[in-house]
């Protein structure tokens, strides 16, 4: 099987999707790129260049806008709502917040307040979190603010597999979908298959199979995590890793299922700690499967603060390896 | 521009549709019968109807907090409307709307909106669409004199002038927005030039005119029809109610209120025009009052008699499918 990049991926998802179906266009600022300029009229594709190529087969399908977050995601959303199926680019997750009310109190909620009678099938993409030294207004998580709205479906890949099957699943959906690209990941590579191919929401990947500790992870802390797992092998401890792959349907059922078998949980994300997913999940277990806990839960996720520039800084803010590894053991022991 | 009298009588009909809807809605909220925050549209009726009376069901709005004269002249069904107002399962959205989220998508009612300006971004997309599908559908998006200070506003008409789409702008100018006045909220003089400094036309009617509404939004959506990008109309009419049901309108100069009903009424210049030209009687024009009232007495009495949500609806409606 061939390896691709995330990144490539994603590319290929949206191409095969406009292939098959007249009414997905994307749509963001530089998308196609180098509109009204000298240069090449789509040879941007995109400032990660995930939508690469696009405007090359589909000029009419691949629209570049003015840098206007409200507008991109108002005009995905109005589109959808009159049967269209757009894919949208915010580019960086931070941009949401100048772009939150079209996310969360029109797209999200059309389908509630309209009695049901109305569907929003957008799907917006961001390249999210941190590892580039990008600061703090280019790489927060935000998946985990946005899981908290209820009418939004929130999908985190960790790997190039899982992006385009995930992917294509969104541009499906019929429920306004907000896709989070771990931007750290996008060269990372997996065997990914050139045809088309689904991956359920609400469906957690177990990545590794164990019976000492649950490990759930999100995103880029996914790979850190099965590194981690691994090296913890040589002294004789096992760990199930779960990738919910969406916060929004979460896959309960399996997290719950494998904290009742092993006992012990370790929740990960790089998002700061208050109101996040490791809270929502620990909180999750201590409800539910309370009486199978042998251990404390811990929650590794980054401190309560902004991302900071400065590559120590921001090494030090990351949850890595290490941290994982040592919260694995503070609940063992 | 002749309008033939059957579409004369039924610009007629929506307009005392609206008048009388809102005024039975204000009395039922003062008897306690109608909860949430409501915004009347009284006196606005003629931007409504001259607006959409253009319009086709494959052509779409989007409203404001003060939508219900927007979805029935869009054709939204009013006894539906009248029991989504009272909260009923039976009601348009389910009872999970209320006043401010009416909607109809079947009928090109992209819904009421809570959010000022929260509907010209969404009124882009769909004249995007119609756009990336070769059809020669138009988007409206109604919003008044507070959405243009409202930076979602200024992103969708200049978006709309970028990607050439057919989107119309109807901008009405109540004079607030709620207790305070346009004169203070806009910086500028001339809100027409700075809107037209976006790159499309705008089109000013008196909103207190039908006939003036008509033709201005006859401009504007046939320059986007024709595939000439966006257009602007502005309808300038005051509310004759406050910003909500129970504002006490403390911002009212003396006896404003009594001049705009006075001078500034459009069913009464639409009856003082008709009693002026003979196209349509005295007596028909009190037909149809006739069956507007039996109307809206019907809707609040079946919306009173409608089935009331239960608590398992709560969770219902979130998605379409919850996997």
């Given at each position: 099987m061939p390896e691709k990049t995330m990144r490539d991926a994603i590319n290929e998802a949206l191409h095969q999707a406009m292939t098959e179906d007249d009414s997905v266009f994307v749509i963001g600022e530089?998308?196609?790129?180098?509109?009204?300029?000298?240069?090449?009229?789509?040879?941007?594709?995109?400032v990660f260049g995930v939508t690469g190529g696009i405007y090359n087969k589909w000029p009419d399908r691949c629209i570049d806008t003015p840098i206007s977050e409200s507008a991109i995601v108002g005009a995905a959303a109005g589109a959808a709502l009159v049967g269209m199926r757009p894919v949208a680019e915010i580019m960086f997750a931070d941009f949401i917040g100048v772009c939150m009310d079209q996310i969360i109190n029109q797209m999200g909620k059309f389908r509630y307040m309209f009695g049901g009678k109305s569907k929003c099938p957008a799907v917006i993409r961001f390249a999210s979190g941190g590892g580039f030294s990008a600061a703090g207004q280019h790489s927060q998580a935000m998946y985990q603010v946005m899981t908290s709205f209820p009418g939004l479906k929130v999908v985190i890949p960790s790997n190039a597999y899982d992006a385009k099957g995930l992917m294509l699943t969104a541009i499906q959906d019929d429920d306004p979908v907000l896709f989070f690209e771990p931007k750290v990941l996008y060269q990372e590579t997996a065997e990914v298959p050139d045809e088309m191919y689904t991956i359920p929401f609400g469906e957690a990947n177990f990545v590794r199979e164990g019976d000492d500790v649950t490990v759930v992870a999100f995103g880029q802390m996914v790979p850190k995590a099965a590194a981690a797992i691994d090296a913890l092998a040589d002294e004789g401890i096992s760990c199930d890793l779960i990738d919910p792959r969406t916060s929004s349907p979460l896959d309960t059922g399996a997290i719950l299922e494998s904290v009742e078998a092993t006992g012990r949980l370790v929740v990960v994300d790089e998002a700061p700690p208050r109101c996040g997913l490791t809270a929502d999940i620990a909180g999750l277990a201590a409800d539910k499967a309370f009486k199978s806990l042998k251990g404390p839960i811990k929650q590794v996720c980054a401190p309560h603060s902004p991302t900071p520039f400065a590559p120590e800084l921001e090494a030090a803010y990351i949850p890595d390896a290490g941290k994982i590894t040592a919260a694995i053991k503070e609940t063992l022991a | 521009m002749a309008i033939p009298k059957e579409k004369l009588l039924q610009a007629y009909r929506m307009m005392k549709t609206i008048r009388e809807f809102e005024e039975r809605v204000n009395a039922e909220i003062m008897n306690g019968q109608i909860a949430g925050f409501t915004h009347l549209y009284t006196g606005q009726e003629a931007n409504a109807v001259g607006v959409c009376e253009h319009l086709t069901d494959a052509d779409t709005i989007i409203s404001t907090h003060r939508g219900h004269g927007h979805c029935i002249a869009k054709g939204a069904d009013v006894i539906g409307m009248m029991k989504e107002l009272f909260g009923s399962s039976a009601g348009l959205c389910k009872g999970k709307g209320g006043s401010m989220h009416v909607a109809d998508v079947d009928k090109g009612i992209l819904g009421a909106n809570g959010i000022v300006a929260g509907g010209p971004p969404i009124s882009v997309g769909s004249a995007l669409a119609a756009k990336i599908r070769g059809d020669n559908h138009v988007a409206v998006s109604f919003s008044g004199?507070?959405?243009?200070?409202q930076g979602t506003c200024f992103e969708a008409m200049n978006m709309a002038v970028v990607l050439n789409v057919p989107a119309i702008f109807v901008i009405e100018n109540n004079y607030y927005s709620e207790h305070t006045s346009i004169n203070y909220a806009v910086?500028?003089?001339?809100l027409k030039a700075r809107t037209e400094a976006f790159g499309f036309p705008v089109f000013v009617a008196d909103g207190s005119d039908f006939f003036a509404v008509y033709e201005a939004a006859g401009k504007a959506i046939e320059h986007a029809r024709a595939g000439n990008g966006p257009a602007g109309v502005f309808a300038e009419q005051g509310r004759y109610h406050g910003h909500f049901v129970g504002d006490p309108q403390s911002y009212r100069g003396e006896g404003e209120l009594d001049e705009l009903r006075e001078k500034y009424d459009p069913l009464k210049n639409f009856r003082a025009k008709m009693a002026e030209t003979g196209e349509v009687s005295g007596e028909e024009l009190d037909a149809v009052d006739a069956e507007v009232l039996a109307l809206i007495d019907q809707a609040v009495e079946e919306a009173k008699a409608a089935p009331r949500p239960t608590a398992e609806e709560v969770t219902q409606d979130v998605y379409i499918n919850y996997a």
């Open positions: 530089d998308v196609a790129g180098c509109q009204g300029a000298e240069g090449e009229t789509g040879s941007v594709g995109g | 004199d507070g959405s243009v200070n910086g500028c003089d001339d």
